[in-house]
């Protein structure tokens, strides 16, 4: 079972970026999945998080109408679109997934990390 996070760079203020978590040896559709980041020298927090069963989605106050996560289970990935990305977006990206029907934004309910992308958000 592995998670890879990919899509992370260097985005302008005000710009865009798409994450994108992909799976391998497990089909994503089973997994609710969440989006964490962490900063240098601060607590990982959540960001974005998606049901398995019906697509709910919860996002922090924080990137709430910027960020949106969604699925494509044929391609067996779930993405993050940020917009009107902010200098405090930076931060390393995870995405994590859990057998479980719910949504879950504390990053202690998670039992599968990939390993991170970085996205710097500056001109």
């Known amino acids: 079972v592995q998670l890879q996070a990919s899509g992370g760079g260097l985005g302008q203020p005000g710009g865009s970026l798409r994450l994108s978590c992909t799976a391998s040896?497990?089909?994503?559709?089973?997994?609710?999945i969440g989006w964490f980041r962490q900063a240098p020298g601060k607590e990982r927090e959540g960001v974005s998080c998606?049901?398995?069963?019906?697509?709910?989605?919860y996002s922090a106050d924080s990137v709430r109408g910027r960020f949106t996560i969604s699925r494509d289970n044929a391609k067996n990935t779930v993405y993050l679109d940020m917009h009107n990305l902010k200098p405090e977006d930076t931060a390393v990206y995870y995405c994590a997934a859990v057998d479980a029907p719910g949504w879950y934004f504390n990053w202690e309910e998670y039992d599968y990390w990939g390993q991170g992308t970085l996205v710097t958000v500056s001109s």
């Open positions: 998606i049901s398995r069963t019906d697509d709910r989605t």
């Open positions: 040896g497990f089909s994503l559709d089973y997994y609710a």
